[in-house]
């Protein structure tokens, strides 16, 4: 039997909800641009570097396999700044992920379904309207039920 969250805990759901639904979105829109990142990079063999000498953006060739400490080209490096935003983002979603987890009471597996939406491309987009629409349902069925007072019943 699956536990229940505590009508004490509605609140601190709604907060989590909305924290996750905007990691959700930032989360799946950086691993998109990751998947783009990599596709230039092994597909097409460049990288973007911004504020470089020869203008404010260029696509330029990776280094010969083996001379990539000879290479070093100038500018900003757009392609590592995405991929290392995306680990942080990616800790700041799991972190969202258990804040919404943990007072739903859910089931282990659900905290790691939720967590491969942060590595599978789209997922986390899916998901995210998927777990909001689920939530929402949930705290509304249970907020317009009427309350039983157990001490009123335990009295009479």
């Given at each position: 039997?699956?536990?229940?969250?505590?009508?004490?805990?509605?609140?601190?759901?709604?907060?989590?909800?909305?924290?996750?639904?905007?990691?959700?979105?930032?989360?799946?829109?950086?691993?998109?641009?990751?998947?783009?990142?990599?596709?230039?990079?092994?597909?097409?063999?460049?990288?973007?570097?911004?504020?470089?000498?020869?203008?404010?953006?260029?696509?330029?060739?990776?280094?010969?396999?083996?001379?990539?400490?000879?290479?070093?080209?100038?500018?900003?490096?757009?392609?590592?700044?995405?991929?290392?935003?995306?680990?942080?983002?990616?800790?700041?979603?799991?972190?969202?992920?258990?804040?919404?987890?943990?007072?739903?009471?859910?089931?282990?597996?659900?905290?790691?379904?939720?967590?491969?939406?942060?590595?599978?491309?789209?997922?986390?987009?899916?998901?995210?309207?998927?777990?909001?629409?689920?939530?929402?349902?949930?705290?509304?069925?249970?907020?317009?039920?009427?309350v039983v007072e157990t001490s009123a019943r335990s009295a009479g």
């Amino acid at each position: 039997m699956q536990l229940q969250p505590r009508p004490t805990d509605y609140p601190r759901i709604r907060k989590a909800l909305g924290f996750y639904k905007v990691t959700s979105v930032i989360t799946g829109v950086m691993l998109l641009l990751l998947c783009a990142v990599m596709v230039m990079k092994y597909a097409f063999n460049v990288q973007l570097f911004l504020f470089t000498p020869d203008g404010f953006a260029q696509f330029i060739e990776l280094a010969p396999e083996g001379l990539e400490s000879e290479f070093q080209a100038e500018g900003f490096n757009l392609f590592r700044a995405i991929l290392i935003a995306h680990g942080w983002f990616y800790v700041v979603y799991l972190i969202s992920d258990f804040l919404l987890w943990s007072p739903m009471r859910w089931h282990f597996g659900r905290f790691l379904l939720i967590a491969l939406g942060g590595v599978i491309p789209f997922m986390s987009f899916f998901l995210e309207a998927r777990i909001v629409r689920e939530v929402r349902g949930f705290l509304e069925s249970r907020e317009d039920a009427p309350v039983v007072e157990t001490s009123a019943r335990s009295a009479g």
